[in-house]
Structure formats: structure tokens, C-alpha cells
């Protein structure tokens, strides 16, 4: 079974730094990876896809990588604000055949970015 | 990319009572997803809703306890049958577009005393 694991489960920064948060999975086949943004007791933000045949997808200070054979992902934020703070979730999309679709979420990395 | 409107955002209810859960989406989509994510853990699939069918519950999920309704290809609702306080979750809508890029509605925050 897929399971994907996030590093660190926390984090607080001052504004300016960048960032670096991790995302392993355990299974290479996948079909995408996810990144979200979820503020506390609200929904799921998209922020980025990087389809199984891609590196890396940027927007704006944010930058995911994705090297499937190794089965991780970073996404990378670029002179982090008090607005960042956030829960971000990594999720991959199954490509097996018996979990084809299937969405795997980690537990999320909490970011604090204080002024 | 979809925009999906959920509701009620949040709700405080009564244990042994039923809510149920909204979502509209601007498009029409042939599959639905319920997720459910109790408090500091992450999201567990419910149910993948399809218009014109029954529901396909996840183990663990049962029909009687989380009745869905897919009346067509842009609205579906999820219902929280028979509440107890271990029912407080964070209740989330979900669908796919062309690319399998999944978008989410705000949540419902459910607070069962």
C-alpha cells in the first residue's frame, strides 16, 4: 500500500527565509503529485501538479520537484511571508493497477512564518 | 481548474441527529469524492460518488452511516447519520478535472457534543 510521509511535521521561520519542505512516498508508480495549502478548518488549496513525466512545476515563490524513481518531492518557497503560514499536504495519484486513481495523502508539514 | 462550493462551513451538533453536507461544483463532473479528516491526522476517502448509481464506500465507510445523494453531474450530498462525538471532523468534497489535478470545496468543520 502507498504511503507517503512528510518532513517536517513542523516548522517556524522568520519572514524572508526559504523553505524546503519534503515529501516521500513509497510506491514510484504514480500517476501525479499534489501539493496543497490548508488553513486551519478550511479546505484544500491547490498549489501545485507535476505529472509522473515531469521535474519540477513552478508559481509564483513556489517550486516542486518531483524524482519518482526515489520517490520524493520538495517544494521549495522563496522568501516566505506571515501569509505562507499554512498546513501543506503532499498528495500522489496511483497509477496500479488495483488502486489506479487513488489519491495518498501525507500528514502535512505546519508552517509557522512569524514578522 | 473547478470551483466547488460547500455547506454549511461549519455546524455544532447534537449527538444522535443527521447533517447533511452540500457541494456544488461550476462543472460537470462524473465522479465525486467525500473525504473525511478527523482532527491532526490526514484525509481518508469516504466515498466516490457517481451520478446516476449508487455511492462505492472505502472499508471501513458504510451506506447507513454516510448516505450520499448524486442527483446530477454537478451537485452531490453527503449526510452524517446518527452522530456521535467521534464523528467531529473536517468533512471535504472533491473532484477531478482532465488532468487528474484534484480540487477541494472549503470543508465543513462538524462538532458533535
Known amino acids: 500500500k502507498q504511503e507517503v510521509t512528510q518532513i517536517p511535521a513542523a516548522l517556524s521561520v522568520p519572514e524572508g527565509e526559504n523553505l524546503v519542505l519534503n515529501c516521500s512516498f513509497t510506491d514510484s508508480a504514480i500517476y501525479n503529485l499534489q501539493w496543497f495549502r490548508q488553513d486551519p478548518g478550511k479546505g484544500l488549496t491547490s498549489l501545485l501538479l507535476i505529472q509522473s513525466s515531469q521535474r519540477e512545476q513552478t508559481s509564483g515563490r513556489l517550486n516542486a520537484s518531483l524524482d519518482k524513481s526515489s520517490g520524493r518531492s520538495t517544494l521549495y518557497i522563496a522568501a516566505s511571508q506571515p501569509g505562507d503560514s499554512a498546513t501543506y499536504l503532499c498528495?500522489?495519484?496511483?497509477?496500479?493497477?488495483?488502486?489506479?486513481?487513488?489519491?495518498?495523502f501525507g500528514r502535512g508539514t505546519q508552517l509557522t512564518v512569524w514578522p | 481548474s473547478a470551483v466547488i462550493s460547500q455547506k454549511p462551513s461549519r455546524d455544532i451538533c447534537q449527538r444522535g441527529t443527521s447533517l447533511t453536507i452540500q457541494c456544488q461544483v461550476d462543472s460537470q463532473v462524473t465522479m465525486m469524492f467525500w473525504y473525511r479528516q478527523q482532527p491532526g491526522q490526514s484525509l481518508t476517502l469516504i466515498a466516490t460518488a457517481n451520478q446516476g448509481s449508487e455511492a462505492t464506500y472505502e472499508s471501513g465507510f458504510v451506506i447507513d452511516k454516510f448516505p450520499i445523494s448524486r442527483p446530477n453531474l454537478t451537485f452531490s450530498t453527503l449526510t452524517v447519520s446518527n452522530m456521535s462525538p467521534e464523528d467531529s471532523s473536517i468533512y471535504l468534497c472533491s473532484v477531478v478535472d482532465g488532468t487528474f489535478e484534484a480540487f477541494f470545496g472549503q470543508g465543513t468543520r462538524l462538532t458533535v457534543v
Open positions: 498528495a500522489v495519484r496511483s497509477d496500479r493497477g488495483s488502486t489506479l486513481g487513488r489519491l495518498y
